[in-house]
């Protein structure tokens, strides 16, 4: 947030007054585009796309992305068994603008991945340009130039968030807006018009972000603005107060305060140390998702405090604020969870690549010789982020199926937090010979296997958003508890557990002999009779996804498919009785 911020007169590099080079930056997008677009669609959609995909879905059907159902009423989303984002039957807490942004995309190429997630890839290309474009304002050294090509070319969360169908390139994209503008806000009313719609872009895009970047703003005006530029405050209200007239709204009709989701963070369920333990977890995933290597972190907070360096002050005390107020935000409770939601937090990418840049200039003093093997070895390899002390372990397990397999070790998962690597070449191997994803094996066997309009019921229950969107032949079912709440009577009785008994289960890994089997003989019957069909010989979890911590780049070996894979259950009618011998003769 300090990038266009005019430098010192001890700055290592002194600014350049030549132009941005035009071929490193041709060369870095050109880069950057294809890490962003190259087999975009190969991966069906993970579980938070899902979202992405039904809003639009319901957009291009009725018109209103708030619908709690699509098909005709055939499907519906809630989120969970109690429906918690789901407000007087409406969906009021995704965010409104990702499903605009994407139905012109699905009108024109169809309702697949390619097209859901080509909107938000541009969208990633854009912020680049976008910060590249502030940097050339600020008119850094070439050397600065090259260590910021190469921070972002390297950043390989960077390149997984914006290949998603979901907000987080959007809130990438207005963040940097907002910020250049408001750096800016100087420089002619342009800017000032530019900070009132990339603002209401942002908070179209994520009311969370919203509030976390102006938030920071604020804290940042106080202690950096307010004096140096005295009266500069009216300009600001005067420009904002039409961007509050229309998040106000869009507030009115999409609001996540008023869905049990919230609820979490006004009752008594909110706990100050369940926060603060948030906020020192998000720093150490910050690191483990290489959004900045920790090593590089510390030493960058060292040399801010050791050579008073303004801007660099100003950047953390920007990224440490912007941290505070997400954990504070964070609906995480318990302490069930193991990693904290670094999804939500990607706009800091670009502050971190400020400030791992400014870090690198200063601690090499803008020596080629020593900035570049440096910045190698920070941006292409974990090795800054602790990659070799991470251990093996599968952490998602528990997370989804209690503490059973707490501390197990994972099968051979490729390279799944296996050590010291190249995140960006084993993305670049991946790109070459990508996978079978359990989603897509999952749905290609329900569109040629399972009958149109059969009840299905998916384990776990989230498994279920990922199939609903693109393969909507079956009606997905059992998503809710019984009774249902006032507001979603109207829904079919099929969406209610223990109601209308499902044609089929479809069981993601080990929850099948965990949990299903021992309920199906505890129920004993003749209705809830099921044989297995089918085991789709594919890892259950989705390790496409775009964290780090969760993802593999390579298929994963050495599972067992008869518990670790992918069951489909078929209901039977139930065998007959066994014959009663006959009645002896006396």
Request: hydrophobic share 45%; proline share 8%.
């Amino acid at each position: 947030m300090s990038a266009t911020e005019p430098a010192h007169s001890h700055e290592p590099n002194p600014p350049a007054t030549e132009k941005y080079p035009r071929l490193a930056v041709g060369l870095l997008l050109a880069v950057f585009a294809f890490l962003l677009f190259f087999r975009l669609g190969h991966y069906a959609l993970w579980d938070d796309e899902a979202v992405t995909a039904f809003q639009t879905k319901a957009l291009l059907q009725g018109g209103d992305i708030s619908s709690a159902t699509v098909d005709g009423g055939k499907n519906m989303y809630g989120y969970d068994a109690n429906a918690r984002i789901l407000h007087k039957g409406r969906n009021v807490h995704a965010p409104p603008l990702p499903p605009y942004v994407v139905a012109p995309f699905v009108l024109l190429f169809g309702q697949n991945e390619t097209a859901l997630r080509l909107p938000f890839a541009l969208c990633g290309l854009l912020s680049v340009i976008a910060l590249l474009w502030g940097l050339w304002r600020f008119q850094p050294s070439r050397m600065a130039q090259v260590l910021a090509c190469l921070a972002l070319i390297g950043n390989v969360s960077l390149i997984l968030h914006c290949r998603s169908a979901r907000y987080y390139s959007l809130a990438l994209l207005f963040s940097i807006l907002v910020v250049i503008c408001y750096l800016n806000r100087n420089g002619g009313r342009r800017f000032l018009i530019g900070l009132s719609l990339a603002s209401i872009g942002l908070f179209a895009s994520n009311v969370v972000n919203f509030a976390m970047l102006f938030g920071t703003l604020a804290v940042d005006y106080a202690v950096f603005e307010r004096r140096r530029l005295r009266g500069d405050w009216r300009r600001l209200v005067a420009a904002l107060a039409p961007a509050a007239l229309v998040c106000g709204m869009i507030l009115s009709r999409f609001n996540p305060l008023l869905t049990q989701d919230a609820d979490r963070l006004t009752t008594g369920e909110w706990s100050l140390l369940n926060h603060a333990q948030i906020w020192l977890y998000r720093w150490r995933d910050l690191s483990s998702c290489e959004f900045i290597p920790g090593a590089l972190a510390l030493a960058s907070l060292a040399v801010a405090v050791w050579k008073k360096d303004r801007p660099l002050l100003r950047a953390w005390l920007c990224a440490l604020v912007y941290c505070t107020i997400a954990a504070l935000a964070a609906t995480q409770q318990g302490g069930g969870w193991i990693f904290t939601d670094v999804r939500h937090v990607v706009p800091l990418i670009a502050l971190f690549v400020f400030i791992s840049v400014r870090t690198l200039l200063l601690l090499t003093r803008g020596r080629w010789c020593f900035a570049l093997p440096l910045a190698l070895l920070a941006f292409g390899t974990n090795l800054l982020s602790g990659g070799p002390l991470l251990e093996a372990r599968f952490p998602l397990w528990p997370r989804v199926l209690g503490t059973a397999y707490a501390g197990k070790r994972a099968p051979d998962s490729g390279d799944l937090r296996h050590g010291l690597r190249s995140t960006l070449a084993d993305y670049l191997c991946e790109l070459a010979d990508a996978r079978v994803d359990p989603y897509r094996l999952t749905r290609n066997y329900i569109d040629k296997n399972i009958p149109e309009n059969a009840l299905v019921w998916v384990l776990p229950w989230y498994c279920a958003h990922a199939l609903v969107p693109l393969s909507p032949g079956p009606v997905y079912g059992w998503q809710l508890q019984w009774p249902p709440r006032e507001d979603l009577k109207h829904l079919s009785e099929k969406f209610y557990m223990g109601r209308v008994p499902p044609d089929y289960i479809i069981c993601f890994g080990p929850v099948l002999w965990e949990w299903l089997v021992p309920t199906l003989q505890k129920l004993n019957s003749p209705q809830m009779n099921y044989e297995r069909v089918a085991v789709l010989d594919c890892y259950w979890l989705p390790t496409h996804r775009p964290e780090l911590f969760w993802r593999t780049f390579k298929p994963v070996k050495g599972y067992d498919p008869n518990i670790e894979g992918i069951h489909i259950l078929k209901r039977v009618p139930p065998p007959p009785p066994a014959p009663t011998p006959p009645a002896k003769n006396p």
